[in-house]
């Protein structure tokens, strides 16, 4: 349950804590968090969690130097909890962190964005969190491209995809409203308790708009890669690995400008390359 603060008014920018789950992606993961502090930049937000959910390769090593340099805050679990879980560890433990920490620093929005995402526009976060104003929504994200979805709710126009959607917990992390779920469609059961309830879920253009990439299946192609036949998403994964950019025109080219940009500025994928190039202040832009 996320706990109820006072009237956010007159605080100046909206304070932003950005949740993500890894699993063996440390190449992505070290995309998306080098995005977040060189592309976005830090004053756009106020905290990065990352829930690693038992990683076997260089992620892990290189999320704790991440976080050993106060960049980010790392879950760090033994074992596989799976993405829906992983999300609500780590609102959780925003939610914990709002009873200790000065009013000035809560957090008044969550931004839910998978491993394999990377942002390109420095308004990434800023535009879409003024779709909060005037509107009253309890959620904003990236259109659900699957029309199915639009059939499970009664109010709102369109399900949100949870590779990128901002949640304000005042009113979706309450008990009436059900936390991520442990499946392959994690935020379905929480989108259609909010519709429900009367909360409005608002679609913002995140792809459309080119505010950034989700290359889909990162997480897929390392569970297929692993050969790791326990994972239970092993046999999904075997034969769906690909990206495909959301279908996203021009997202496969955009991607490989950002990669030069990252091979440039980090080199050689290690723990004190990454937390080198998150930790310069000058920001990029790939125009």
Not at 45 to 58: K, L, M, R
Not at 127 to 140: K, R
Not at 207 to 221: A, C, F, K, P, Q
């Amino acid at each position: 349950m996320w706990p109820r603060t006072p009237d956010r008014a007159g605080r100046g920018r909206p304070r932003l804590g950005i949740v993500v789950v890894n699993f063996n992606t440390a190449r992505l993961i070290s995309q998306l968090l080098f995005s977040l502090y060189r592309i976005l930049g830090r004053s756009e937000f106020a905290i990065v969690v990352v829930v690693d959910n038992g990683s076997t390769d260089a992620s892990r090593q290189i999320l704790e130097s991440l976080a050993e340099a106060q960049l980010i805050q790392l879950v760090a679990n033994s074992e596989q909890q799976y993405h829906g879980p992983g999300l609500n560890q780590g609102i959780s433990w925003l939610a914990d962190r709002q009873e200790s920490v000065d009013p000035a620093d809560r957090i008044q929005y969550v931004w839910s964005l998978d491993s394999d995402v990377v942002v390109l526009r420095r308004d990434a976060a800023r535009d879409p969190l003024e779709a909060f104003d005037g509107t009253g929504a309890a959620a904003v994200g990236q259109i659900q491209a699957n029309p199915m979805t639009r059939r499970a709710l009664r109010n709102n126009p369109s399900m949100l995809s949870p590779f990128s959607l901002i949640l304000d917990p005042v009113q979706m992390w309450q008990p009436s409203i059900p936390p991520f779920l442990d499946d392959g469609a994690p935020a379905t059961g929480m989108q259609v308790a909010a519709d429900a309830d009367g909360l409005r879920l608002v679609p913002f253009p995140f792809v459309e708009r080119g505010y950034l990439i989700h290359l889909g299946r990162g997480t897929l192609r390392a569970i297929a890669e692993s050969r790791d036949t326990t994972n239970r998403f092993y046999t999904w994964a075997a034969g769906h690995n690909e990206p495909y950019y959301m279908g996203q025109a021009g997202a496969a080219s955009a991607y490989q400008r950002f990669c030069e940009v990252f091979d440039k500025e980090v080199g050689e994928l290690t723990p004190e390359r990454v937390t080198a190039a998150c930790s310069e202040s000058d920001l990029l832009s790939l125009d």
